[in-house]
């Protein structure tokens, strides 16, 4: 794919080993990887344009290539509801990030501005990643978000590439599986939306292989019929004095 | 089926004619333990000695220098300090040897130094097209051609017995290990065709060895011992494997679980990926089986080679002892297999034939005082109802009145069905004899209902790797 190639390229020109979170949601949407509306503003009136097009609740990130952890330079505000808060936000964001880079000693670049979402409605909370082995190779993984992941370390493993029905086991493997199908009158979740995100981000690393590490987290999975949404989604490129 | 050559590997265990370099007349060294192998008459080949020292070795001729061999040699086992090995393969160069076994260690497992010695030689192996095993290994043992370069004396370590039903063959990484399970499995009676120990895997590798064991009749299970890959051939690896399991079971047990995640790593995904997690993800997704250790490895070898595999999960337990039945069906249960009572049908046509004392159920308790025939109507109703895939045999012998012809209608009516048997036996002295005579008749047979229900599973799993789809699984478990 040419949109990926092209970015990873300028992220390296920049000496950059990840790629920022407009460029992977550009990459993942040209592998139709279901996505919230997004846009970027270099300024406060921009974002609140971008904000009123896309339509509100909204949420901003930071766009720098010298912040990879957003959140640590206070460069995330979510669910901003109306144009003074879109407003309030851009200009924190700035300064937040300012303040970063002068803790850091850096000079933060400030060019690329914010990244606009629309806040997506909370669904089960999924994380879909891929990690690059050494022995082995890309494998993604899949797993429940919040203390499944972060406490029982319950998620399960594929090479890529893999196929629907190694998908479809991927899931069935997880302890928390029966969350996805549905419990205590909960409506089972949409795993055909799920497991076409898996696919996808397979095919996505396949044809990319300088892609060394990514995270679609979180994945929201809504009902049966609903679909599911990549909310948050970072990719790491190999450092241009390694080869791919 | 895979299309790379593997005739450049065949040559490793049907060599008709090796030299042995660094053959040595002082007892006790490696030298002289490789060559006492070869001069044993099971080996038909012929064998050289190869050292400036001697003119002979414990009676055969012995030579300077390859090239004053005058017949051709096949392949040429190196057991000479590493320093020399490179002007060693010079020699095996310059004689158009295309196989060499590097027994000597001291090459790349014991620093840079070791590395660039290694180097050197695979360079001229490479430049000659000679394949190498090894170095640092105990290389091979072949069951029916007699190759044998394992330096350990027979009286401390025992060589295994190929069998006529059916055999393994083993990949070890570690020489110590491929030495341990060769007087194990002989121990075992377990019927071996080839052990392979591949130390530093300078040329020839476990892909090289999985495309030749695919291929290799004697071959029925292929086993690996592995620590983990080099860089990248965790990814060959399972592209090999998953041509061949479905038509040749492989089983793996691999140390180095608990190798840590990526200490670096900047994703959350990395983090909580260790090698060991994406090793197990590529044996599950390439249908190979992992196993937890070698005693489990054994159990489920011997049934998947000398069984057919499952075309399903439903188990009938037959027992003439109620405690054995109990305890088998419980460890089935808890290994995920399905074990399904009777239907009306069965339940009526088997009460008919069984005295009204007999359990039917699932398991079916024949009762102490059974003789064979009892077994015999149960098999007969229960596979011509096929209501089950797979059936595990209790047979204790301790009672008189079951006599050894219950092995007869046991094999007999295995291979008639084409359905797997598996047999459980626990006793003494009488019974492991009896034991014996079950697998010689192509049933394997284990001293407790666990390590029955573990081959039971394996060949389900197998069964489920082999026919897909088309598995017919009934019990949908809760377990992950």
Not at chain 2, 198 to 212: A, E, F, S, T
Not at chain 2, 348 to 374: F, M, Q, W
Not at chain 2, 416 to 431: D, E, H, I, K, Y
């Amino acid at each position: 794919m040419k949109e990926a190639k092209k970015i990873f390229k300028t992220a390296l020109a920049e000496g950059r080993t990840f790629v920022l979170e407009h460029e992977a949601k550009n990459i993942m949407r040209a592998y139709g990887i279901p996505i919230p509306p997004y846009s970027t503003a270099t300024t406060a009136d921009d974002a609140v344009a971008k904000a009123k097009s896309i339509g509100f609740p909204v949420v901003l990130k930071i766009l720098s290539k010298d912040i990879l952890h957003k959140s640590d330079a206070g460069g995330v505000k979510i669910n901003l509801k109306s144009e003074s808060e879109v407003r309030k936000a851009f200009n924190e964001i700035i300064e937040n990030a300012k303040s970063y880079g002068r803790e850091k000693g850096i000079d933060v670049d400030l060019s690329r501005g914010v990244f606009v979402s629309s806040f997506a409605n909370m669904g089960t909370e999924i994380i879909v990643g891929v990690t690059r082995d050494p022995q082995f190779g890309h494998a993604l993984m899949v797993g429940l978000g919040g203390i499944f992941v972060e406490v029982l370390k319950d998620v399960s493993f594929r090479l890529i590439p893999f196929t629907e029905s190694d998908a479809r086991e991927m899931l069935k493997e997880l302890k928390a599986y029966k969350i996805l199908e549905g419990i205590r009158g909960e409506a089972p979740r949409d795993v055909d939306a799920l497991v076409k995100i898996m696919l996808s981000v397979s095919k996505m690393v396949e044809e990319n292989q300088e892609i060394t590490e990514l995270d679609c987290n979180p994945t929201f999975v809504y009902k049966v019929g609903e679909g599911a949404l990549v909310v948050d989604a970072r990719i790491l490129i190999d450092s241009p004095n390694k080869k791919a | 089926m895979p299309t790379v050559s593997t005739e450049s590997i065949d040559v490793f265990f049907n060599a008709r004619s090796v030299a042995i370099y660094g053959a040595s007349a002082s007892q006790n060294s490696v030298g002289q333990a490789i060559v006492q192998n070869f001069i044993k008459p099971q080996y038909t080949g012929k064998v050289y000695a190869v050292n400036p020292k001697y003119n002979q070795v414990l009676g055969i001729p012995c030579y300077p220098t390859l090239q004053d061999i005058e017949e051709n040699v096949d392949l040429v086992v190196v057991a000479v300090p590493a320093r020399i090995t490179p002007r060693v393969f010079e020699d095996i160069a310059a004689k158009g040897i295309k196989a060499a076994i590097i027994i000597s260690g001291g090459f790349s497992e014991t620093g840079p130094t070791g590395a660039e010695l290694e180097d050197e030689v695979v360079a001229i192996a490479k430049k000659h097209g000679i394949r190498v095993i090894g170095p640092n290994c105990v290389g091979v043992v072949d069951t029916h051609s007699h190759i044998d370069t394992f330096f350990l004396p027979e009286y401390r370590c025992s060589r295994p017995r190929p069998s006529n039903v059916a055999n393994i063959s083993l990949v070890s990484q570690s020489g110590a290990f491929a030495a341990a399970i060769s007087d194990w499995t002989a121990e075992l009676g377990l019927g071996i065709s080839k052990l392979i120990s591949l130390g530093n895997k300078c040329d020839v590798d476990d892909d090289d060895l999985l495309r030749y064991l695919a291929e290799d009749s004697t071959t029925q299970v292929i086993c690996y011992y592995t620590e983990g890959y080099d860089e990248s051939k965790g990814r060959t690896f399972f592209d090999t494997a998953r041509k061949v399991t479905p038509y040749k079971p492989i089983l793996v047990v691999k140390s180095g679980k608990g190798s840590k995640a990526r200490a670096a790593a900047s994703s959350h995904t990395g983090s909580l990926a260790g090698s060991d997690r994406i090793a197990g993800a590529a044996y599950e997704q390439s249908g190979v089986i992992r196993v937890d250790n070698f005693e489990h490895m054994f159990d489920a070898a011997k049934a998947l080679a000398m069984q057919p595999a499952a075309r399903g999960d439903r188990v009938l337990m037959i027992t003439n002892g109620g405690g054995l039945g109990v305890m088998t069906t419980d460890a089935l249960e808890a290994l995920n297999l399905a074990i399904p009572s009777p239907s009306e049908e069965l339940n009526k046509r088997l009460h008919e034939r069984l005295p009204a004392y007999c359990a039917v159920g699932n398991p079916i308790d024949v009762v102490g005082d059974t003789d064979a025939s009892r077994y015999d109507a149960v098999f007969k109703e229960a596979i011509e109802s096929g209501e089950y895939d797979m059936f595990v045999v209790g047979m204790l012998l301790q009672t008189p009145s079951l006599g050894m012809d219950i092995t007869n209608v046991i094999a007999n009516y295995q291979r008639m069905s084409g359905l797997p048997f598996v047999v459980v036996s626990m006793g003494g002295a009488f019974t492991t004899k009896a034991g014996e005579i079950m697998e010689l008749m192509g049933v394997p047979t284990y001293a407790t209902g666990e390590k029955a229900a573990l081959a039971a599973e394996a060949l389900a799993k197998y069964g489920e790797i082999k026919y897909g789809d088309k598995f017919n699984k009934t019990l949908v478990s809760d377990k992950p």
